[in-house]
């Protein structure tokens, strides 16, 4: 990266002139955006500017209005049902709450997209999700838990096993740190950092949490007006001229992140 930039940019995702809307709610009007290979993108924004409704419509769980949605130089909406398939395998989606399934542990809930997408026998299933269930930070013994026997980090980390279970390319996340205290979100932070290095993830990442945008992220999009305001590494954000990004940023507990950020680069 240069400047939150790749050198040579590969761009995976493509947004062009996106429209959404619920019935005469307008949410997106002509958004644009792309997503670099290789990038932790954290998009932003206040209440109502639709974050995550933005991610659904990327991975496909709502049909926009208009505008297209090019991964990976596909627009998903043209392909075949088999192709869009295929191409949506490449997906790892980490839900705001986990989404987890309550009557099963967590190893099932890990196993469950190698046994219905990939086709595994249980036994091979289970053996890689435990694979997985460790990649994700958590205890062997997590494994046979369901749940509601987790603390609110646990879940986290189960629903990012799962998001990993069929070795996605692109790595999905609606509020990954929300409801975690400082400790289990900056312990969080550092995993997805590791796991985008590691495992060559691009991350696309909806947030609130100051301290991971400028801990983890490459590039902040910032969604106002319908639209994709600004869109660039954080130090350029920081300076646009709009009243939001300003309070956003350099308020109180912007200060704190952006200070807290700096010693984190000193010691790294």
Known sequence: M???????????IEVRDLVNSFGTHVVHQDLDLDVYQGEIMGVVGG???????????????????SGSVRVFGQNLSELPEAKR????????????????YSSLTVVENVAFPLIEQAGLKRRDAEE?????????????????????????????RAALARALALDPAILFLDEPTAGLD????????????????????????????????????????????????????LDKIEKVDNPWIQEYFHGPRGRAAYHAGQLLSQES
């Open 182 to 233: 400082p400790i289990g979100a900056a312990s969080f932070d550092h995993l997805i950092m590791t796991l985008c290095k590691a495992l060559g993830l691009t991350i696309f990442l909806v947030t609130h949490d100051l301290d991971t945008l400028y801990t983890a992220c490459d590039r902040v999009a910032v969604l106002s007006e319908k639209k994709v305001l600004a869109v660039d590494s």
């Open 47 to 65: 209440s109502g500017t639709g974050k995550s409704v933005l991610l659904r419509s990327i991975v496909g769980l709502l049909r926009p209005a």
């Open 85 to 100: 398939a295929e191409v949506e395998k490449k997906f790892g989606v980490l839900f705001q709450r986990g989404a987890l």
């Open 128 to 156: 890689i999700a435990r694979l997985k269930i460790a990649l994700a930070g958590l205890p062997a013994n997590a494994c046979d838990k369901y749940p509601s026997n987790l603390s609110g980090g646990m879940v986290k």
């Open 2 to 12: 240069v400047n939150g930039t790749p050198a040579n940019p590969s761009v995976v």
